[in-house]
Structure formats: C-alpha cells, structure tokens
C-alpha cells in the first residue's frame, strides 16, 4: 500500500514539474504574454480606424425628425405656385424623414487620412514584431542566465565540497599535531562563505524562474532544459533592413502624407446633401424633398491655415531627422555588438587557458601544504583563484550569448 502510495506521489510530482526548453518558453510567451495581445490589438486598432477613414468617404444616411411649436401658424409645406387659398397651416408641425450627406470634394484630405490610416496599421505590424523580437530577447536573457546560475552552482557546488574535503584533512591533521588551529578555522571561514555563496545561487534561481513564469504567462515554472548550441548568429547585416528602421521609415512616410493632408486646408470644399421626408400637422401630411450642392471657399483664417501646414512640416522634418539617427545609431549599436561579441570570445579563450593553469597551480599547492612546505592560505587562495576563474568562464559564456541575442535583436528582420 505505502508503495503505491509513493508511486502516485511521484507520478504527480512528475506531472505537475515544467521542464520548459527555450522554444517552448517562447512560443507560450507568443500565446499568452500580454504584451503580445495588446500589440495584436492595436493592429486591429488601426484596421478599424482605416474602415472609419474609408467609410467617411461615402458620406451617412440618418433618419432626421422634429417637432415644432410655433407662436403663429405656419404652412405646412412651402408656398409655390399656383397659391391656393385652402393651404393647411399650424402652429404645430412635426417632420420625419431620411437624410444624405457626402463629401464630395476637400483637398482630398480624406484620401490622405485613408493613406495615413494605411501606414499607420503598417506601423502598428512592425510594432508588433518588434515587441515580438524584444518579447524574445527578453525570455533569452532570463532564460540562458537561468542555465548560467545552474553552471554555476554546481562550480560552486564543487569548490564547497573541495573546500569540506580539506576541511576534514585539517581536523585530522590537527588532532595529529601536524596543523595548528590557525588553519583549521582560516578553512571553515572559507567554507562558510562557499556555502551562503550556493545559497545565494539557488535563490537567484528561483527569483528568475519566477520572472520567467511572469514573463510567459505561465503561473510555475519548475526547471529549464540545457541548451547547446545556444545562439545562432550572422554578421552579415545591414541596418536599413532592421525593423527599427523599418518603423522609423514608416514614421517617416506618415508625416508626409500629414504635410498632404494640411496642404488641403488651402481648397474649398464641396458637398452634396439630399432630404426626403413629410411634414405632419392637423392631421395632414405633405412629402417633401430636396438636393442639392454646397461650396465653401476659405478665404482667410488668421494664419490658422498656414500654422496648420507648417507644424505639418517640422513634423517631417523631425521624423527625417529621428530617421537618420535611427539608421546612425543602428550602425554604432551593430558594431559595438559586433566588437563585444569578439571581445568576449576571446575573453572566454583567455579564461579557459587561465583555468588551465590555475588547475595545475591548485594540484601544486595542494603537494605543497601537505608537505608542509606552504601554509594554509596559499592553498585557499589558489582554490578560490580557480573558482573565480571557472565563475568568470561561466559570465563571460553568459555574456558572450546574450550579446549575439542582442545583435539579432537589433538587425531583427521581417
């Protein structure tokens, strides 16, 4: 009975952990980060706006009534030929009917609203990419340092267990009288530190779990799976091709078009507006309709116009500029990404040939001390130089992957 009770404890343990790989985290992140919906949503956003743009164009319909009460009594349709002298009037009259109104012609400042509303759902897709990139670069940076942590716990792991195995040769040397006490506590100083430096490992681990669980929209997540290879890269970029750019351009093109649309301000507008309906009063009706068209030919507002037009093209001009710092800036960013992917590389060369070293310092201290020929500290140092050595590999491999993740982040191209 206990068995089985175990055994489904187990099974339950097992079904409950989320051992995530980084192509899993992403791909929930893409389904339920809500950073992801609220991007998704203003493409719809701007879907709508451009409908809102183009059906302007085709003008509205509406169904108009009244109902009026008059001091004297008023016909209840207009005079015309031939007068008649049994026309009804009232001083109450009410009309209901329907009602058309269009636009026919504004500058074509409805045209350019309709492009502009066409770019800005163009900007609001290349947000949404870019969130997407950013979104990942986000879980990558969480994710491998996650993996780092582990690798470093275990080096940790394994200075702690160095540290207790002198520890017990010290004690059984000292019971001797071959060590003096001095080094037996120089080494469970040491130990101590090694041991709250583990501990503050696994914390960290669980703090970013959390965050990564946040981040992804998921409530738990109980451990990550290695990875090998873990950044792919390429160098042969360009930064016109960057989404950044890209939106930048957008930006750009859109602020055009506002210098178009201000441009029609200058325009007179015409309209056409058509009514059909009937007039009710002392229990008569009289239908009526109507059509027509209107002009309306500006001729001067007080600069209004003209501060319109030019708050227009400094919006241009501003986005022209931000484009070329866009694209400047891309450039530096990409070599610096560049140059610190090298740096680290080569820093990773230099501490895997320092490792080498130190391990072989380590092994000579450790003939030494037993020997008697070193004290206690010269052997801790040299333990605790190779722990910080194997500590700087794991960084610098850290660091050497999240700035290939970084330069894909900044050349993202869709």
């Given at each position: 009975m206990n068995r089985k009770l175990v055994t489904v404890a187990l099974l339950v343990a097992f079904q409950n952990s989320w051992a995530m790989t980084l192509n899993e985290a992403i791909d929930t992140a893409l389904k339920k980060s809500p950073l992801i919906h609220i991007e998704k949503e203003k493409i719809n956003q701007s879907i709508e706006e451009k409908r809102v743009k183009k059906?302007?164009?085709?003008?509205?319909?509406?169904?108009?009534?009244?109902?009026?009460?008059?001091?004297?009594?008023?016909?209840?349709?207009?005079?015309?030929?031939?007068?008649?002298?049994?026309?009804?009037?009232?001083?109450?009259?009410?009309?209901?009917?329907?009602?058309?109104?269009?636009?026919?012609?504004?500058?074509?400042?409805?045209?350019?609203?309709?492009?502009?509303?066409?770019?800005?759902?163009?900007?609001?897709?290349?947000?949404?990419?870019?969130?997407?990139?950013?979104?990942?670069?986000?879980?990558?940076?969480?994710?491998?340092k996650i993996l780092t942590l582990?690798?470093?716990?275990?080096?940790?792991?394994?200075?702690?267990?160095?540290l207790e195995t002198l520890q017990s040769k010290v004690e059984q040397e000292y019971e001797l009288g071959k060590k003096a006490k001095l080094d037996?506590?120089?080494?469970?100083?040491?130990?101590?530190?090694?041991?709250?430096?583990?501990?503050?490992?696994?914390?960290?681990?669980?703090?970013?779990?959390?965050?990564?669980?946040?981040?992804?929209?998921?409530?738990?997540?109980?451990?990550?799976?290695?990875?090998?290879?873990?950044?792919?890269?390429?160098?042969?970029?360009?930064p016109k091709n960057s989404l950044i750019y890209k939106k930048a351009l957008l930006d750009t093109q859109k602020s055009k078009k506002g210098i178009a649309k201000a441009k029609a301000l200058y325009y007179p507008k015409v309209a056409f507006n058509a009514y059909y309906g009937d007039n009710?009063?002392?229990?008569?009706?009289?239908?009526?309709?109507?059509?027509?068209?209107?002009?309306?030919?500006?001729?001067y507002d007080f600069g209004n116009?003209?501060?319109?037009?030019?708050?227009?093209?400094?919006?241009?001009?501003?986005?022209?500029?931000?484009?070329?710092?866009?694209?400047?800036?891309?450039?530096?960013?990409?070599?610096?990404?560049?140059?610190?992917?090298?740096?680290?590389?080569?820093?990773?060369?230099?501490?895997?040939?320092?490792?080498?070293?130190?391990?072989k310092i380590e092994e000579t201290e450790?003939?030494?001390?037993?020997?008697?020929?070193?004290?206690v500290y010269d052997l801790l140092l040299a333990i605790s130089k190779k722990r910080k050595a194997e500590s700087d590999l794991i960084g610098a491999t850290y660091d050497l992957t999240m700035q290939k993740a970084y330069l894909n982040l900044l050349v993202g191209e869709k």
């Open positions: 059906a302007k164009n085709l003008g509205s319909i509406n169904v108009v009534g009244s109902y009026t009460t008059y001091n004297i009594p008023r016909t209840l349709a207009p005079i015309v030929p031939p007068i008649s002298p049994d026309i009804v009037t009232s001083k109450e009259i009410g009309t209901l009917g329907l009602k058309y109104d269009v636009m026919l012609f504004n500058g074509f400042s409805d045209l350019r609203s309709i492009e502009i509303a066409e770019l800005s759902k163009k900007i609001s897709k290349t947000d949404f990419a870019l969130s997407k990139e950013q979104l990942i670069y986000n879980i990558k940076s969480i994710y491998f582990k690798k470093e716990r275990v080096s940790a792991l394994s200075y702690q267990k160095a037996l506590l120089k080494v469970a100083s040491e130990l101590e530190i090694a041991k709250y430096n583990s501990l503050n490992i696994d914390n960290s681990i669980k703090i970013l779990k959390a965050k990564l669980a946040s981040l992804i929209g998921v409530e738990k997540i109980d451990s990550v799976e290695d990875i090998y290879d873990e950044e792919k890269v390429s160098f042969s970029v360009k009710f009063a002392s229990g008569e009706q009289e239908e009526l309709w109507q059509a027509g068209v209107s002009i309306n030919i500006p001729l116009r003209n501060a319109q037009f030019q708050k227009a093209k400094i919006a241009y001009m501003i986005s022209e500029h931000k484009l070329q710092n866009s694209y400047l800036k891309l450039k530096s960013d990409i070599v610096d990404a560049k140059e610190r992917i090298a740096t680290a590389t080569a820093k990773i060369e230099a501490l895997k040939k320092q490792l080498e070293f130190l391990t450790k003939i030494k001390y037993q020997n008697g020929v070193s004290d």
